[in-house]
Nanobody, 126 residues
Framework: QVQLVESGGGLVQAGGSLRLSCAAS????????MGWFRQAPGKEREFAAR????????YYADSVKGRFTISRDSAKNTVHLQMNNVKPEDTAIYYC???????????????????WGQGTQVTVSS
């Protein structure tokens, strides 16, 4: 069983930066595909970023590309989401997700992931 615990959320002004962290236990992050999703009030959970099992490839939603960076620290068994130049529309609960599967027909949907954190709130003020 994999446990994921997010941290780093908070209130930030538009144009500012925030770094989210996701600490994993139960398995090493190098044995998992890890992702970040977000859910704004009244909206469905949406994909934000993913890092491959090997850590060599990253993927981003168009809405965050060029502003957010996903990375991992294998020594600390942690995945990060660096959020730069944040916008009010980035306000959401951010969830860390993980799966041990090697294949998914669509990595951009929540159903592709088996393990979830409790979420951390990010609020961007204008």
């Amino acid at each position: 069983q994999v446990q994921l615990v997010e941290s780093g959320g908070g209130l930030v002004q538009a144009g500012g930066s925030l770094r989210l962290s996701c600490a994993a236990s139960g398995r090493t992050v190098s044995s998992l595909t890890m992702g970040w999703f977000r859910q704004a009030p009244g909206k469905e959970r949406e994909f934000a970023a993913r890092i491959s099992r090997t850590g060599s490839t990253t993927y981003y939603a168009d809405s965050v590309k060029g502003r957010f960076t996903i990375s991992r620290d294998s020594a600390k068994n942690t995945v990060h989401l660096q959020m730069n130049n944040v916008k009010p529309e980035d306000t959401a609960i951010y969830y860390c997700a993980a799966t041990g599967r090697f294949y998914a027909s669509n990595w951009y949907v929540a159903d592709a992931y088996d393990y979830w954190g409790q979420g951390t709130q990010v609020t961007v003020s204008s």
